[in-house]
């Protein structure tokens, strides 16, 4: 018989400020959840793997090479790695990063 396990995560992930969460890490792949608070700052980084962004709810701008990109609800944006860049919550928002 096969284990159905259902996980919360994200539903239970605060908006308090910046929160990650490690949802899968495995050779292939790597999925973080993220909440931003209305205001908060997720600061310059970049990522060693090409990256796609899924807004689940919320507003973000998010800003790569000198351009702000308004990011809200159920829109998607991939960009490539090594490239800095950082996020600034419009209101209350949780994303899916998946690299």
């Known amino acids: 018989m096969y284990m159905i396990g ?28 993220v909440s931003l608070a209305k205001g908060a700052l997720f600061p310059k980084h970049s990522s060693p793997k090409d990256v796609h962004l899924f807004v689940l709810e919320g507003s ?27 996020v600034m919550a419009n209101e209350d928002t949780k994303f899916l990063i998946i690299r």
């Open 6 to 33: 259902i996980d919360n995560t994200i539903a239970q992930q605060p908006f308090d400020d910046l929160q990650v969460e490690q949802l899968v890490n495995n050779p292939s792949m790597e999925i973080l959840s």
């Open 60 to 86: 973000i701008d998010f800003f790569i090479e000198n351009q702000m990109i308004n990011l809200t609800t159920q829109q998607h944006f991939s960009f490539s790695k090594n490239v800095e860049h950082w």
